[in-house]
Structures are given as C-alpha cells and as structure tokens.
C-alpha cells in the first residue's frame, strides 16, 4: 500500500518542480517549490516561485533577466512526466501547469482498486496527543465540551487516516479543592455511600449545587472540606474510595455522550499527572524559571503582564502546574511530537503562557515550524437563536444527551413522515435516524471556521438542501443507488473497465476527487475540519452538474461513468468518516 501512494498532486507537482528549481539555481539552498492549486482557464496547478527567487538572486551575477525568464527556466527544466499535459508562463514568471486528463483518469482508477489508503496525505510526526473533550467531574459538560469533542475526534481520525498514531486523551478535570466539599457532603448525606455504589447521589449536577450552598453556608462545613482535600491528597483510603465514587459517576453520563457520537476516548485525566508535577516543578526551579511572587510561586513570560503560577500562595498546584506536568509527560514518556489542545478560544492566554514557559525550558523549540510542536484549537461559542448563549427555555444548560436525542428524534420523525417506517425495518430507520441527526449536529458544527460563534439550530441543521450534513448523506445515497440500479457488478467494473473523462464536467468532478489527499493534509496541518467539509460539498456540487449534463446508465460511455460514481461514492465516504458521520446507503 505504502509505494502505491505518492504524496497528494500538489506534493507530486511540487516535486518535479524541486527538481526543476535545483536545475536552474543549483547554488541557492533551501529554495522550497511554492506550489498552489488553481481554478483559473491555464491551468490546474501554479508554481510561483518565479518572484521571491528573483529578488533573492537579482544582486548576484545571473542569467536571468526577470521573474518572467525565471518562469521560463523553471518550465523548461521540468522533468517528463506523465501527469503532465501542458505548461505556460504567464504574468511575472507563474508557471501553470494543465494536468493530463488520462493520467487524472488513471489515478482515480487505480485507486479503486487499491483503495482510499492511498490517497492518505503524508505527513511529518509519527506520534500525536490529541488532547480533547476534556469535561470537569461533576460539572455540567457544557455545550462547549461537546465542540471540543466534535472537532477533536474529527482531528484525531484525519491524522490516524495519515497514519499518524494518535493518543486521544481525555484530560478530565478530576483533581482540585472542588472534592473536598462534594466528599464530604456525600459523607453526610450518605452514610451508606459505600454500599449504595453510586446509586445514592442520582443526579449529580444537583448534588454539586447542593453541596456548594452547604458550602458557601456553614463554615464548619467549609472547614471540614478543606480538611477532605488535604486527606484526598494524602491518599487516605476512605477518601480516596469517595473521590472514585464520585468520579464514576460523571464518567458513565459523559459516556452516554460518546457512545452516542461514536467517539473514542483514552481518560487520563488531571489526577494521573499529579504525582509528576513536583518533580517537574523542581526541574524548572533549577534552571532558574520559578520565582517568588506575592506569596505564590510563578513564571514570567516575555510580553506578558501577568505571570503563570504555578503553585498557589496556599502551596496548592493548579490547572497550569497539572497541564506542564502533563506536556512533560507527553513529551518524554508518550514521546509525542505534537500536541494538540481543544478547548474554547477563552483559554487562549493560559495555553500562550504555558507553551511559553516550555519553551523558556528548552522543551519545545522557539521556531514554532519545528518539532515537538504544540498547538492550542480554539474555538467560538454555541448561540442560541436568540444570540446569546445556548441554553434550554428554562435557561438552564443543556444536557448532551438530551440535544443528541432530540435531533436524532427530528430526524426520525421526518423519515416517517416520508414513509420509511413501511418501507424499512425498524432497525434501519433507527440507524438512519442516527446517522442523519447525529451527522447533523457534528457537521453543523464543523463546516464553520472554528473560531467563529455559530447558532445551533435544529431547523437549518436538518435542512435538506444547502450546506448540511443531511444534503450530503441523501446525495451519498443517491449516488449508491445510481450504481445498485445500474445491476451492473462494480468490482467486476473495476477490473475490466476503465475511466475516460472527456466530458468537461467529468474532468472537474475528476480533479476535485483527486484533490482530496491535499485537501486533508490542508485541514491536519491547519487543524481546520471546516477545509474537509467544504471540499466534501464542493465534491458534491460537482457531482451534481456531472449528473445532470452526462447521461450514466445506457450511455455509451456508462462503464466509466459507473466508475465515476463509484470513485465518487468512495471518497465521500471517506469525508464522512473523517468527519466522524455514518453514511446512509439509501434514503
Ligand atoms: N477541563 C477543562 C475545561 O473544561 C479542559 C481541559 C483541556 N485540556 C488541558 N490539557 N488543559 O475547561
């Protein structure tokens, strides 16, 4: 599988452009091809290297006269190939590249043949942490956490597509003073807690809001709690047995969420890097990082006005020590080269500051091109139709589960309204409920740039037309049973029959399929799932023009149009995956 896969066609195109450039300027070093996809009528592809070169060269005794003769050089030295059909300069020495349309149709067979696995972008690290989801125990996982969930899984599964063996990590928030006052109350209001095996507490958001009020109310109450937290620490037995109690709790509702999304998860949450946290915080206090200030202990980051504590003027750790203890650990025991945070931009300024303070420590590289490499995934916040944040009637936050089920109970409802209840089992009409409303929630989310704020609503969401995760799956569906009602035998298509793209419209459909490996190399390297989903509508806008202007079943050219269908088919799916969606085969 490796050999058969070359590297995406920008990679391809970019490498015979190395070559090239080598050529013409042998004693420039470090000279990268630029190389960009174009949509413009010269070409497929553009190199434009012509310029920069030229101002880098222009002082020193030359050949050239310009960027134009620089465009020139580099098209003449391009070695034969055969992905090429024809090269032009133009403007100031941009060199456009019109691939072969035989060797597009080649490619796209080949890949039939030997599978999407090898339209896998390549990329640098072997080994990545995806640190994501991440609720706190106890607390509401909020609506935020389920962003964090969505475009993490998404960003796990593009990089283990590129064969990136990724640590998906779910660093719940399991550790801090919090514990004390829910240990204890639970002490008091449950004396048989140990028997009743989780059963007593119920719900648990109210217990942590009655708890809290206990808390806030009686100082004798406060008092003890302190005192639970300092035994917790301790690792007093009894304490520790309440500790876990609580915690299975929350992990059986924060997994009632995953399984609904189909999300994998690996918890190691802020407790496991506990012990690692003196250790490392003496290793930074010996290389001079750690300083006294107002009682707490703190490190100071260039350009910053406030400094990162790391330890509280109680002697107490916190979210920052837990997350350099954790970034120690991931680098040196996990030896993960990148490490990716999920969480809302309102974290920003600590993961700038932490990140900071690792590279004062020599553990990251300052040049941020380098690896080991971390980067923080911000993302905006979830509206309401009303504009403000997302919440129930009653204003109170929304559970998880209850929103999946509601859209996934939408969903349904349609499928009845259209019929499908006769027409299907009632397991398919479950599945495909769950696909579409599922699919719903996790593409609405993903096809925005992340940053930005985005309004949850069930109606556009379950549109089917537009830009939706519902538009998509039917269009999937109907492409499959483009092919199933054909009878004609696809693998034995693929074998015998070949793909000719002579139609414009099977040209463009053509390409976009191609594109598909740089495409998600753009969204791993950028850490952007919303390039995947909008290629994957783009592939879908191209497919439906291709329908319309090429007849397929009894044309003369229907072999290889079933093959488009199916190549087309084939990588959506694979979008779908990635985007974590289940595709629906009929609708
Ligand atoms: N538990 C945190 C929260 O709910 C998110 C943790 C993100 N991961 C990390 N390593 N800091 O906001």
């Not at 092919?483 to 040209?507: C, F, Q, T, W, Y």
Request: negative net charge; aromatic residues 10%.
């Amino acid at each position: 599988m490796e050999e058969d896969n070359l590297g995406s066609v920008k990679q391809q195109v970019a490498k015979l452009f190395e070559v090239s450039l080598k050529a013409i300027v042998p004693d420039e070093s470090n000279v990268e091809p630029l190389v960009a996809a174009c949509t413009g009528k010269f070409g497929d592809y553009q190199c434009n290297n012509a310029m920069s070169l030229w101002s880098r060269i222009k002082g020193k005794k030359t050949e050239f006269r310009g960027p134009p003769s620089i465009g020139q050089a580099l098209m003449k030295n391009l070695p034969q190939s055969e992905m090429i059909e024809s090269c032009s300069v133009a403007g100031p020495g941009f060199v456009n590249v019109v691939l072969s349309t035989e060797w597009i149709a080649k490619s796209i067979q080949k890949m039939l043949t030997n599978g999407i696995g090898t339209w896998a972008p390549k990329l640098k690290v072997k080994i990545a942490v995806v640190d994501f989801s991440s609720p706190n125990i106890a607390k509401e996982m909020h609506v935020g956490h389920l962003r964090s969930t969505i475009i993490g899984d998404t960003l796990a599964r593009m990089l283990e597509f590129s064969n990136v063996e990724v640590l998906r990590r779910n660093h719940v928030g399991d550790w801090g003073t919090q514990f004390g006052m829910l240990i204890e109350f639970l002490f008091e209001e449950f004396p048989n807690w140990e028997d009743a095996g989780g059963q007593a507490v119920g719900d648990l958001q109210a217990f942590y809001k009655a708890s809290k009020q206990r808390f806030d109310a009686d100082p004798v109450f406060k008092e003890r709690a302190q005192q639970a937290v300092v035994r917790l620490q301790g690792g007093e037995e009894k304490y520790r047995a309440a500790w876990a109690q609580i915690c299975d709790i929350s992990r059986q509702e924060f997994h009632q969420v995953y399984k609904r999304l189909g999300v994998r998860l690996e918890e190691k949450g802020e407790s496991f890097y506990n012990p690692y946290i003196p250790g490392v915080l003496e290793a930074l206090s010996n290389q001079g990082l750690i300083e006294e200030s107002e009682g707490a202990r703190v490190i100071f980051i260039e350009g910053k006005n406030i400094p990162l504590i790391v330890v509280k003027s109680d002697g107490g750790y916190n979210y920052a020590s837990t997350d350099l203890a954790a970034l120690w650990y991931r680098l040196n025991e996990e030896k993960a080269e990148w490490i990716i945070y999920i969480t809302d931009v309102g974290q920003s300024l600590h993961f700038e500051m932490f990140f900071s303070a690792a590279k004062r420590a020599g553990w990251l590289p300052a040049d941020d091109n380098l690896y080991p490499k971390v980067s923080h995934v911000g993302f905006g916040l979830v509206l309401g139709d009303d504009g403000k944040r997302f919440r129930t009637r009653s204003s109170e936050v929304v559970r998880l589960v209850d929103l999946l089920d509601e859209a996934k109970n939408r969903s349904k409802a349609v499928l009845i309204e259209r019929g499908k209840a006769a027409e299907w089992t009632s397991e398919e009409l479950e599945q495909t409920a769950e696909a579409v409303g599922y699919g719903a929630v996790k593409y609405a989310d993903l096809k925005n740039n992340r940053l930005t704020n985005y309004t949850f609503n069930y109606d556009q969401m379950l549109n089917d037309k537009g830009n939706t995760a519902v538009y998509l799956l039917y269009a999937h569906a109907r492409i499959c049973s483009i092919v199933r009602k054909s009878a004609k035998d696809i693998e034995e298509l693929k074998k015998k029959g070949s793909i000719s793209l002579d139609h414009p419209d099977e040209r463009v459909l053509g390409l976009h399929l191609m594109q598909f490996a740089e495409v998600v190399e753009e969204a791993c390297t950028n850490l952007l799932p919303n390039v995947l989903c909008e290629y994957l509508y783009n592939l879908s806008e191209n497919f439906t023009r291709f329908y319309s202007n090429c007849q397929v079943v009894g044309s003369p050219e229907e072999t290889s149009r079933l093959l488009l269908c199916e190549a087309t088919a084939v990588v959506m799916r694979k979008c779908f995956h990635l985007l974590g969606i289940t595709p629906v085969y009929k609708i």
